[in-house]
C-alpha cells in the first residue's frame, strides 16, 4: 500500500509565469541530481537487415533529443490551450497553493532506468509508481494504487507539461512510463512513430519515425492508430502499421530487430499494445473483421522476435469448429484480434475477446463462425485453447466482442468464483469462470439494448426478429450502435469500492446491407450503411458497476456519447475523457463530478497515473481524428464532437506547487 506523508513548506500564490514555466516544463538542468541522463546521440542510419524482414519496406530513424534541449528552452514553442482551458487555469492562477504531499515509496527518477523484466512486469500490481504494460497489470483493472490526488485536492490539478505527438492520425496510445521515462506512439497515413519523453518535464529524449508503404490497406487509410507499446527488458515492442513487429533500444530509439508478422496487402494491420510474460510477447492482428482473412493471434520470443506459436480465430477445414462455417467462407471470415489480452499467471491462460466475423452480411456465411464474437483462454505456453465462449453466434452488427476481460475473483451469494468479466457492445457485462469458461452471469449495463439478449441460465443469445437486415432491403433500427454499449475504449475495475467503471453509450443505429459483395484482396469487405442516432439527451453515460452485487450503482452523464479512456486511483478517483474534449474527474464512491479540463481536442487515448520523485501525475493522451465527424456529424445533438479539431497530444496533469 502506497501512503502519502506530509510536506510542510511555505504557503505562496503562483505567479502567470510560475504557470508558463510548469507548461514549458522547466524543472532545473542537466546537472541536477537525479535528473534523467539523456542517450548519446544516435546515427540515422536504415537498421541492418534480419532475418524475415521484407527487403523493401520498414526501417525506422531514431532521432536523439539535441544535446544542449535544456539550454534551448525559449525556442520550444509554448502549448497553445483552448479559451475554456486558459479560463480554468487562470483560476488555479489566482488561487492559494495548498501544501503538497509526496508519495513516500515512490522512486526518485533513475539516471538510467531499470530493466524491465518478467519479474518487474508480474509484480507490476506493487509497483504504484510506474505504467509497464497497456493495463498496468496482467489483471487488466488501469486501477493505480497512487492516492495522492484524492477527492479533496483534485481541484487543484493543473497541466504541468503538454507534448505534441506531431502527427493527425487517430491519437488511441496509452504511454507507458518506467522510471520517469514515458514512451507514446503516434501515427499518420505515412509513419509509425514511438517517442520517448522525460516523464517530468516532457522534454523528448528520443524519437524513431518507421515509413509505412503507400499502399497499405483500406482500413489503415481511414483510421490509422496504434495504442501503445510494450516493454522488456531494455527493449520497446510495438506493431505496425503494415503488420510487422519492432523492438527498439529502450535508451536510444534505435532497431534491435524486426519481424514480418502478415502481409499488409492481405489487409493486415498491427493496432493494439503487445502483452509481455514469461519472455515471450504476445498480440493480435488487426483487419480482418473488415478486409476478410482470418485473424489470429501470436506469440514471439522477447529477444530475438521470432515466432513460438500462432492460434488462428477461425478455424481451418476440418479442425474443431469448422463445421460453424459454410463452404469455405472460413477463408474470408475475419475474427481480428485487435485488443490487448489479459492474463493471469496462476492458470498460465491469456484471455482475449475475438471480433466480428467479415463480411458484416451475416447471410454470406451461414453458421455460429467459431471462434468469432468470443472470450478465448490460450494456454501461454502452447498457444493451445484451452476454452471458448460464443457471446454471439453469426454476429449481424458488428458487435465484435474484443474488450479485454478483467481478471477478478467475484463473491456471489457467499461463493467466491475466480472469474473474468467483460463489458462489451452488446450491453452486458458477461461473468465467465477463469477456469472453465462456465457462464454465471449477465447484466444489462445500458438501456438502449433492442437487438435481444443471453439467456440468464446459460448465455445463449437469443435476438429479437426483425432486427437482423436483410440484402438490399431497408434500413432497420437497432440499438446499441456498432459502436456498441461500450466498445474498445477500456473499463477499469477498482478493488477498493468493488466497482468496475464502464464508459457506457446510449445511442442506436439505421443499419442496412448492400444488395450485392464480392471480396477483392486489399479492399473493404463490409457491404453494409449506418447512420446513428440517439433518443437520449445524454448519449454519453459513465456507470459504476457492482461485479458482487451483480448491478449498476449510480452514473454521470455526458451529452455526446463516450467514445474515450478511463482510469481508476486509490484516491477515490476515476477519470473519464469526453469526445467534445473534455478530462472530468468524479468521486469513485458516488460519481460526483469534481474536476474538468477543456483539452481542446478529443480525448480518444489512454489515461494513466505515475509517480516520479514523490509526486504523483495523472497523464492524458489526446486528439481524436475526424472519424468523429463521420460518426456523429449527423446527429445534431452531438454537434461539438463532430465539429472539435483533433491533433495529438499527452497533457500531463500534476498538483499546484
Known amino acids: 500500500m502506497v501512503h502519502d506523508r506530509l510536506a510542510v513548506g511555505m504557503r505562496r500564490r503562483a505567479t502567470a509565469e510560475d504557470v508558463v514555466n510548469r507548461l514549458g516544463a522547466r524543472h532545473g538542468s ?11 546521440a544516435v546515427d540515422i542510419h536504415p537498421p541492418p537487415a534480419i532475418a524475415s524482414r521484407a527487403p523493401d519496406r520498414g526501417g525506422g530513424e531514431a532521432q536523439a533529443a539535441p544535446a544542449d534541449v535544456s539550454r534551448r528552452r525559449r525556442a520550444q514553442p509554448q502549448p497553445n490551450l483552448t479559451e475554456m482551458g486558459m479560463s480554468l487555469l487562470a483560476k488555479f492562477v489566482t488561487a492559494s497553493l495548498a501544501l503538497s504531499f509526496i508519495l513516500a515509496s515512490a522512486p526518485a527518477r533513475a539516471a538510467d532506468p531499470r530493466e524491465v523484466t518478467d519479474d518487474r512486469l508480474l509484480k507490476a500490481d506493487t509497483d504504484g509508481a510506474n505504467w509497464l504494460m497497456y493495463n498496468r497489470t496482467y489483471s487488466g483493472w488501469r486501477f493505480s494504487p497512487l492516492e495522492q490526488i484524492n477527492t479533496s485536492n483534485v481541484k487543484k490539478l493543473v497541466p504541468k507539461w503538454i507534448f505534441a505527438g506531431g502527427t493527425l492520425g487517430d491519437q488511441q496510445t496509452t504511454p507507458i512510463v518506467n522510471d520517469g521515462v514515458m514512451f507514446t506512439t503516434s501515427t499518420s497515413l505515412t509513419l509509425n512513430r514511438v517517442q520517448a519523453v522525460d516523464a517530468v518535464t516532457g522534454a523528448l529524449l528520443w524519437k524513431h519515425d518507421r515509413k509505412i508503404p503507400d499502399d497499405v490497406g483500406a482500413l489503415v487509410r481511414v483510421i490509422p492508430h496504434n495504442r501503445g507499446v510494450a516493454l522488456h527488458k531494455n527493449r520497446v515492442i510495438f506493431g505496425t502499421l503494415d503488420a510487422h513487429l519492432v523492438a527498439l533500444d529502450a535508451k536510444t530509439g534505435k532497431q534491435a530487430w524486426e519481424t514480418k508478422i502478415a502481409d499488409y496487402s492481405d489487409g493486415y494491420f498491427m493496432s493494439a499494445a503487445p502483452l509481455v510474460a514469461k519472455g515471450k510477447i504476445v498480440i493480435g492482428i488487426a483487419g480482418p473483421g473488415e478486409m476478410g482473412p482470418r485473424g489470429f493471434i501470436e506469440a514471439f520470443d522477447a529477444e530475438t522476435g521470432k515466432s513460438q506459436w500462432r492460434w488462428y480465430s477461425i478455424p481451418a477445414a476440418g479442425e474443431p469448429g469448422s463445421e460453424t462455417w459454410s463452404a469455405d467462407t472460413w477463408k474470408i471470415g475475419g475474427g481480428a484480434v485487435w485488443h490487448a489480452g489479459t492474463y493471469d499467471p496462476a492458470t498460465n ?3 482475449y475477446g475475438t471480433g466480428n466475423p467479415a463480411p458484416w452480411i451475416a447471410d454470406m456465411r451461414k453458421g455460429d463462425n467459431l471462434y468469432t464474437m468470443s472470450a478465448v483462454a490460450l494456454d501461454l505456453d502452447s498457444g493451445k485453447l484451452k476454452w471458448h465462449f460464443q457471446y454471439l453466434p453469426n454476429d449481424a452488427w458488428d458487435y465484435d466482442t474484443m474488450a479485454e476481460h478483467h481478471v477478478i475473483d467475484v463473491v456471489r451469494n457467499g461463493q467466491t ?13 458477461y461473468t465467465l469462470d477463469r477456469l472453465t469458461g462456465k457462464f454465471l452471469s449477465a447484466v444489462p449495463f445500458v438501456k438502449s439494448i433492442n437487438w ?8 445463449k443469445a437469443t435476438e429479437n426478429p426483425g432486427r437482423r437486415p436483410t440484402m ?8 446499441p450502435s456498432l459502436l456498441g454499449g461500450t466498445g474498445w475504449q477500456p473499463k477499469v475495475f477498482n478493488p477498493k469500492t468493488g466497482y468496475m467503471y464502464i464508459p457506457a453509450n446510449e445511442f442506436c443505429m439505421r443499419y442496412a446491407y448492400v444488395a450485392d459483395l464480392t471480396y477483392k484482396r486489399g479492399q473493404l469487405f463490409t457491404g453494409v450503411t449506418t447512420e446513428h442516432f440517439s433518443r437520449s439527451e445524454q448519449a454519453g453515460v459513465l456507470r459504476a458497476f457492482d461485479v458482487n452485487q451483480n448491478k449498476v450503482v449510480w452514473e454521470w452523464s455526458n451529452r455526446t456519447p463516450l467514445i474515450s479512456h478511463t482510469l481508476s486511483t486509490a484516491g477515490n478517483l476515476v477519470f473519464q475523457g469526453t469526445a467534445e474534449g473534455k478530462v472530468v474527474a468524479v468521486d469513485a464512491k458516488d460519481g460526483k463530478e469534481l474536476w474538468s479540463f477543456n483539452l481542446g481536442t478529443p480525448q480518444s487515448g489512454g489515461i494513466i497515473s505515475y509517480a516520479v520523485d514523490g509526486k504523483q501525475y495523472v497523464a492524458v493522451a489526446a486528439g481524436g481524428t475526424l472519424r468523429s465527424q463521420v460518426w456523429f456529424g449527423k446527429e445534431p445533438k452531438w454537434a461539438e464532437a463532430a465539429r472539435v479539431n483533433y491533433g495529438d497530444i499527452i497533457v500531463v496533469f500534476g498538483l499546484a506547487d
Request: proline share 14%; hydrophobic share 30%; glycine share 16%.
Open 472 to 479: 438490399g432491403g431497408p434500413p432497420v433500427e437497432v440499438c
Open 417 to 429: 468464483h475466480k472469474a473474468v468479466v467483460q463489458a462489451n457492445k452488446l450491453g452486458f457485462v
Open 452 to 459: 435481444g439478449g443471453p439467456d440468464p441460465t446459460t448465455g
Open 349 to 351: 491462460l491469456l484471455y
Open 30 to 40: 542537466d546537472s541536477t541530481r537525479g535528473r534523467l541522463r539523456r542517450p548519446p
